[in-house]
């Protein structure tokens, strides 16, 4: 059976009267985020910015990033004191 791709991009900005801007947006796996803004084109840059961001994700080694979160959680338990895990 041949892998489906499918494109779950998706985005909304409403505004109800005297409100502030209210933006959701949908990246390509499904993950779904949502924000406030004073104005229209700030929440326009928000949703371009999670897309881009979403890009960078995928072209990092995902090993790195687990590896280099493992190490900062490591350096935070040293500066507080707490004993090694094993």
Do not use: P
């Not at 499918?6 to 502030?20: A, C, K, P, Q, Y």
């Not at 590896?67 to 338990?77: N, R, T």
Request: proline share 0%; charged share 30%; with cysteine.
């Amino acid at each position: 059976m041949a892998q489906q791709n499918i494109n779950m991009r998706d985005f909304s900005i409403t505004r109800n009267e005297g409100e502030w801007y209210y933006a959701e947006v949908t990246d390509s796996y499904g993950n779904e985020y949502d924000n406030y803004f004073e104005h229209a084109c700030e929440a326009n840059d928000w949703i371009y910015y999670i897309w881009e961001k979403e890009e960078w994700l995928n072209s990092v080694d995902s090993r790195y990033l687990l590896s280099k979160a493992i190490g900062e959680c490591v350096k935070i338990d040293e500066e507080a004191g707490r004993r090694k895990i094993m």
